[in-house]
Every structure is written in C-alpha cells, then in structure tokens.
C-alpha cells in the first residue's frame, strides 16, 4: 500500500497517521571557505618568510605545489573512484627515474661496452612475452600451463647470460662517476611527460591483475609494486646508479652562479637595493654587500622561477581534473564509487572505468615525481619510502578533503607546510621546556632525542583533529543533486 493510501486508511479509522521522516538537510559550505583557506596559507608561508628566511618560505612553496599535483592524482583515484593505492612512491620514483632517463646524456662507453647485449635482451623479452600471449589464444588447459612453464624456464636460461654479461659491462665503467647507461640528453621539463607515461604504464599492469579483484587486493598489489620498484631501482645499477645516486641533472632555469654574473640581473639588484648599498660605508663595505645581495637574489629568482613552472602544471592539471569532475564522466565515475552494484546494473563496465581513472591518477603522481626530482637536480632512489611519498600524500587528501581537487591541493600545501615546520617548531619547544634543566638528566637527554621527531606526532595530531571536527576535510566534496 502506498504512503497516501495508509494516510488516509488511517483517517478513515480515526487514527492519527505517523509522522512523515524529516530529510535531512546537509548545512551548503560557504563560498568564502575555499579562498580563506588559501588565503590563510599564504599568509602562513609570508610570516616564515618575514620571521625566520624567505629561502625557507619558497622551498616549502615549491615543495608545495609539487605535493598538491600528487594529492590531486590520488584524489582523482581516491576521490572519485574510491580506489585504495597504496603505491604513491613507487609511481613518484618511476617520474623521478624518466627525470634521468630524458635529461642525462648517454654514457657511450657504457653502452659501447654493454648496449648490445641490452638490446638482445629487450629482443629475448618481447619475443617471450609475444610467445607466451599466442599460446594462450591458441590452446587451453594444462597443455597451455605446461608450455607456458616450459617457455618462461627456458626464456630464463637464455636470458640470464646474456643480461647478466652486458651489466656487468655496463655497471665497470667508471662506477665512481657513471657506471649506468645515462639517457637521451633531452630537456628535462620531457620527462614529466615521459614520467606520467612511465607512471600509467606499471598502474595498467597492477590494474589489470588486480583491480577485478576485492578493493583489499588492490591496497596490498599496490604496496607489494611499490616496494618492488624500489628494490630494483636500488639495486640496478645500470639503469639509474642505484644508491650511488645520479646528481648534476640539467634544470630548465638559469643557475644561481650564472645569474650572479649576467649584467642585467646584477643591474637589477643593484637598482632595487639602491638604498642600502649608497649606505655602506666604503666601496669595500659596497662590494662586500653586493655580492651578498646578489647571492641571495639569485637564489630567490631561481626558485622563483621553478615555482612559475609548477603554478602552470598545476593550474592546468586542476582545469583538467575540475573539468572532468563536472563531466557526465565524472558523474559516472562518482557513481560507480557510491554504488557499484547498481552502476553494474545499468550496463557500466566497472572494472574498465577503474582501470581507466587508476592509470591517469598514477600518471599525475608521475609527474609530480618527474618534477619533484627536477627540483632537486638529483635522483636518489634511498630516499623514497611510503612515510614521505605515500601515508603523507594520503593525509594530503584527507585533510584537503576527499573528492574535492581544491581540497586536495589546499591538503598538499598545509600538510607540507606543517611537515617542514613541526621540526624545528619541536626544536624550539624542547628548549624552551629544558632551559632549566640539568643536561645530565634522563629527562633532558630523552626530550632532546625527540625533537626531530616531533613532526610525526604533530602529523598524527593534526589528523586526528581534521577528522574528528571536519571528517569530510577542510574543503569537503560538493554534492550535487540532479
């Protein structure tokens, strides 16, 4: 029987009908939310920069918007998918690797000494895997799992020797300086393209294993990739140096010392701090000033200048991802995350669409890690693991607030901030509670053990108040009802 029908049974017996549920009203968010925080942000990285150095403040602005292009590709897969990766560093160092593989020129002798037996080895593989992909169209059953077996044993045989002779050519040429293959000796602002290709690629191949799957395996696939990709990049010395490191990689802006002698940038300095150097009080005391003045400026200038090439990245993968977000796409994709079963039921391919948004956000990551390794001019693969480049990133998002790619960025620039200034903020309230105490004691020694760690219970703390006074994050998805 039907609402009004019972109502008015109801009426008919004398009775009183029961009370219709009352909706629920979700309170709408505020305009203003959205620019207050950032406004609040930048007015934070200003103080740093006026109260303790204005190195420091960029550093963490660059840092920033680099961790903002991250936090958006995982929102993109989180967010509007609802799929748990738990792989963000291995997608960072695979950008951080097409980073050395674009930029670095080749070592000729290297692959004088080891590039033949390299490229057989590429030959032994495709043939294999091409091999392998015909077998299983063409037979079925244990016939096909026994050729299967017999092909990657003997494959293995083959190509063992082959490899392991051309790696160890390549990797005992001058392993002090090189020691690797190098690269193409190309612009390094490529690779971010080529980092968001290296990036899709391993997510197309996680995915296709395990996203048909329960959402659980996809968390432990991604994790497991990770740290293999970590593995090999530390241990393959040929392709990338390993822990020995790859360093002085090309930057697609001037360098501080060249700057420091261009006429018209020294012009420039000299003209804006007219002032203070007509103060000084001999050309020594003139000179002296200026030299700094100039080391400083170019220092800012340089970072500066990576911080307009990232604002561009970013402004354009935030128009993308906004773009898609309002798109019947982005529609679809918020309801499959909502309710599989009836987006299943009205003929979307669920596992297609996953896979589709698990490889562009892996993509994103990887051009973040492209560019997070321009930025430091160097590859070190030791220095990736899941604290930094993947529990981090995930606060990112969640404190940014999930689904909302403003959020996102918002989450990547505060979480970045609190992340560079919880030590030495942890640094100065140790000192400030043991300033009366006897260097000696138990308790002095223990408080000034965890001050550099202060940052991971301050991560911790700041977590734990987001979600227990905004479980939704600062800037919470809008929901948008058709």
Same mark, same amino acid.
């Given at each position: ?46 103080? =740093?920069?006026?109260?303790? #150095?204005?190195?420091? &403040? ?5 840092? *920033? $918007?680099?961790?903002? +292009?991250m936090a958006m590709g995982l929102n993109l897969q989180w967010g509007y998918a609802g799929l748990f990766n738990a792989g963000v560093m291995a997608f960072t160092a695979l950008g951080g690797l097409a980073a050395v593989v674009v930029s670095h020129p080749p070592v000729m002798d290297a692959l004088s000494a080891g590039g033949r037996g390299l490229v ?46 051309? =790696?160890?050519?390549?990797? #005992?040429?001058?392993? &002090? ?5 190098? *690269? $193409?000796?190309?612009? +390094? ?215 909302n790619n403003l959020g996102a960025v918002l989450g990547g620039f505060l979480i970045w901030f609190v992340w560079v200034e919880a030590e030495p903020a942890g640094r100065w309230i140790v000192e400030v509670v043991s300033a009366n105490m006897d260097p000696d004691t138990a308790l002095y020694k223990h408080l000034q053990d965890i001050a550099a760690p ?29």
């Amino acid at each position: 029987m039907s609402q009004t029908g019972a109502e008015n049974g109801a009426k008919q017996a004398g009775a009183t009908p029961p009370p219709a549920p009352a909706a629920i009203v979700r309170k709408p968010d505020s305009p203003w939310r959205a620019p207050v925080a950032f406004a609040a942000m930048g007015a934070a990285l200003v103080l =740093v920069g006026m109260y303790q #150095s204005w190195a420091v &403040a960029l550093a963490i602005l660059n840092m *920033g $918007l680099v961790s903002a +292009i991250m936090a958006m590709g995982l929102n993109l897969q989180w967010g509007y998918a609802g799929l748990f990766n738990a792989g963000v560093m291995a997608f960072t160092a695979l950008g951080g690797l097409a980073a050395v593989v674009v930029s670095h020129p080749p070592v000729m002798d290297a692959l004088s000494a080891g590039g033949r037996g390299l490229v057989l080895s590429a030959v032994i593989v495709i043939g294999l895997i091409a091999t392998i992909a015909f077998v299983g169209t063409q037979l079925r059953g244990r016939l096909r799992s026994f050729i299967v077996f017999v092909l990657v044993i003997g494959g293995y045989a083959v190509l063992r020797p082959i490899f392991g002779e051309a =790696v160890t050519a390549i990797e #005992s040429v001058d392993p &002090a300086r090189t020691g690797f293959i190098g *690269g $193409l000796g190309l612009p +390094i602002m490529f690779s971010w393209i080529v980092g968001g290709v290296f990036a899709a690629a391993v997510a197309w191949l996680i995915g296709k294993v395990a996203l048909g799957l329960r959402s659980d395996y996809l968390a432990i696939a991604t994790l497991g990739i990770s740290e293999i990709v970590i593995a090999v990049l530390k241990n393959e010395d040929w392709l990338a140096r390993g822990v020995k490191n790859v360093t002085g990689l090309e930057r697609p802006v001037p360098y501080e010392i060249d700057l420091q002698q261009t006429p018209w940038f020294i012009d420039a300095v000299t003209r804006f701090n007219a002032t203070a150097l007509d103060a000084a009080a001999d050309a020594v005391a003139r000179e002296a000033m200026l030299r700094q003045m100039l080391i400083d400026a170019s220092s800012a200038f340089v970072k500066l200048a990576y911080a307009g090439l990232f604002t561009v990245v970013l402004l354009i993968l935030l128009a993308l991802c906004v773009r898609a977000l309002n798109s019947p796409w982005g529609r679809m994709m918020r309801a499959i995350r909502d309710n599989e079963e009836a987006a299943a039921a009205m003929g979307k391919d669920i596992t297609a669409r996953h896979l589709q948004i698990f490889v562009l956000g892996s993509a994103i990551i990887g051009i973040a890690g492209a560019m997070m390794t321009t930025l430091d001019g160097q590859f070190t693969p030791g220095t990736y693991n899941p604290l930094r480049f993947t529990f981090l990133i995930w606060v990112m998002v969640i404190v940014g607030g999930s689904g909302n790619n403003l959020g996102a960025v918002l989450g990547g620039f505060l979480i970045w901030f609190v992340w560079v200034e919880a030590e030495p903020a942890g640094r100065w309230i140790v000192e400030v509670v043991s300033a009366n105490m006897d260097p000696d004691t138990a308790l002095y020694k223990h408080l000034q053990d965890i001050a550099a760690p202060f940052r991971l219970f301050v991560m911790g703390l700041v977590l734990l108040i987001v979600l227990r006074f905004s479980p939704r994050g600062l800037l919470p998805e809008k929901v948008r009802h058709s």
